[in-house]
């Protein structure tokens, strides 16, 4: 059974302003604030996304998959914060640079420039992963983590089975050419881009957006194209090699709205910088936000079977909005929708429910609801008890 809740709600048209973020540069990419005309892009492979309204704003092959080069270290970097985040690996660990690691990967690609035998933080690594795309750094954290690098992938793949990435698969922590057994589709990095930053904020904030890095006396800068040119611009990851071209992850956040863009096969990063740029300026400034709930809001609540309790609330597990093209007025219509009753147990935070978002001549948006509080499943007492009250109509 698929349980409905409906609401009408009226959004008054509220003008986006984008407003420089601090130490930013303004935009230099002139382009139509028209929904209909979004900016010419050369890429065969591009995606652009609004995150808190998770509507796709343009999009070209979004499924097609490609190898993506040293876009595999988001992955890498989201594993590594998911087993921070459950206690299972401390940032001020340190993993060793083994002989025979330092002689396959010294000064291969981008490096770190890890010395042999040397001792290196979690958290260093993953600055070096991060910064300056060292994959010396994301052998030495998969070895530290799971004792081999095929350990490691297996994390990454479990990860992206979890987040429902069906055309992605990694055989490597770092992206090193493989013969294209590691591949990926731009609808399957954005996925993975938008879990990294709404599940973990605070490492993404701490990790992600340095321009440069210094370490053991060398300073090496981002090849982000995206910093110091597009106001907001904090992450994702570029990535190249022979076998990809040039790709590009990246995200920008400006009042609280966050718009995530891939792009990848460019044969030139020139290409790759100005096209991404005018993407991410073509979505802030041809749609408008218009906020539904906050983070943390309760937006509804979901009927529980085996529970210890027959109903769980529903809330935003993030800010969630609807976009409207720029000056536009809209009425929408918002319905809950699960299957259900829910099973328990259920986890806190579990994504559990779906808001849909309809309103007249625009795509209907889907957005993730969680569960308000934990559902351990029930005993005999709490079956009976909720089956009663269930035939009572409570």
């Excluded at 420089?20 to 890429?43: L, R, Y």
């Excluded at 087993?83 to 396959?104: I, N, V």
């Excluded at 020139?270 to 005018?278: H, L, M």
């Excluded at 609807?322 to 809950?336: A, E, K």
Aim: glycine fraction near 10%.
């Amino acid at each position: 059974m698929r349980r409905l809740l409906s609401v009408a709600v009226a959004l008054a048209a509220v003008a986006t302003v984008a407003v420089p973020a601090q130490g930013m540069k303004s935009p230099h990419v002139q382009v139509s604030a028209d929904p209909a005309h979004p900016p010419e892009v050369v890429a065969p492979i591009a995606l652009l996304i609004d995150v808190n309204s998770g509507r796709v704003l343009f999009e070209r092959q979004s499924h097609r998959r490609f190898v993506p080069a040293s876009l595999t270290k988001i992955m890498t970097s989201y594993v590594a914060f998911e087993l921070a985040a459950q206690g299972k690996l401390k940032l001020d660990a340190s993993f060793a640079m083994r002989p025979e690691t330092f002689r396959q990967w010294h000064g291969v690609g981008s490096t770190m420039f890890l010395e042999n035998n040397s001792q290196t933080r979690v958290a260093d690594l993953l600055e070096g992963i991060v910064t300056v795309s060292a994959n010396d750094a994301c052998v030495v954290l998969a070895e530290g983590v799971s004792g081999n690098v095929p350990g490691f992938t297996a994390l990454m793949n479990a990860q992206a089975r979890t987040l429902g990435m069906r055309d992605t698969h990694y055989n490597t922590p770092n992206g090193w050419m493989d013969e294209g057994r590691t591949y990926v589709s731009a609808a399957d990095l954005a996925t993975l881009s938008t879990a990294l930053i709404t599940r973990h904020p605070d490492l993404y904030r701490r990790f992600y957006g340095h321009e440069t890095m210094i370490w053991n006396g060398i300073e090496q800068r981002n090849h982000n194209p995206l910093y110091g040119v597009v106001n907001g611009a904090d992450g994702v990851k570029t990535g190249f090699t022979n076998e990809a071209g040039y790709g590009l992850v990246g995200s920008a956040q400006r009042n609280g709205r966050r718009l995530m863009m891939v792009v990848g096969g460019y044969d030139r990063p020139q290409d790759r910088a100005r096209d991404g740029a005018a993407l991410i300026e073509w979505g802030f400034a041809a749609f408008d936000e218009k906020p539904l709930f906050a983070a943390g809001d309760h937006v509804g609540s979901a009927r529980v079977q085996g529970g210890t309790i027959s109903s769980v609330g529903l809330v935003a597990p993030r800010s969630l909005a609807m976009l409207v093209g720029h000056g536009q007025t809209v009425r929408p219509t918002l319905s809950i929708r699960y299957k259900g009753p829910l099973r328990a147990p259920i986890a806190k935070g579990q994504e559990v429910a779906t808001l849909v978002v309809h309103a007249p001549g625009q795509p209907d948006a889907r957005l993730p609801l969680a569960a308000a509080e934990a559902v351990p499943k029930g005993g005999l007492f709490d079956r009976l008890r909720n089956g009663f009250a269930a035939m009572a109509g409570q």
